[in-house]
């Protein structure tokens, strides 16, 4: 995965919650192409937290009843940072020939 190389998927707090109240049913977020939710009795569930691309906020903007929240992203920033996750992203984008240093 190139966003956190070989870190743990599930030690990286990234994925929504639905709030129940707020959601109308829409479907829009079915629309993942991750398969992070499930249509449940008209609404939206997420069954699959840690299969939500991190850093990803893509349904959250697109929800029209803005139902959709993340964690907050400077705890992110502080993981990667704390365990020096983009050093290893980027040393392996090097080797793949993404980029040049
Ligand atoms: S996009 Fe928002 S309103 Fe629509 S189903 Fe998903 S959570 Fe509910
Ligand atoms: S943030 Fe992106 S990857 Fe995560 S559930 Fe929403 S659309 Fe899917």
Do not use: H
Request: with cysteine; proline share 5%; glycine share 8%.
């Amino acid at each position: 995965m190139a966003w956190i190389t070989g870190y743990p998927r599930e030690k990286v707090n990234w994925g929504p919650t639905v709030d129940p109240k707020k959601c109308i049913g829409c479907g829009m977020c079915l629309n993942c192409g991750k398969k992070v939710f499930e249509w449940k009795d008209g609404k939206s569930v997420v069954v699959r937290y840690f299969d939500c691309q991190v850093g990803c906020t893509t349904c959250a903007n697109l929800c029209p009843a803005r139902a959709i929240s993340f964690p907050d992203l400077e705890d992110l920033r502080d993981l990667y940072r704390k365990e020096g996750i983009w050093a290893k992203v980027r040393e392996q984008m090097v080797q793949e020939g993404k980029i040049t240093v």
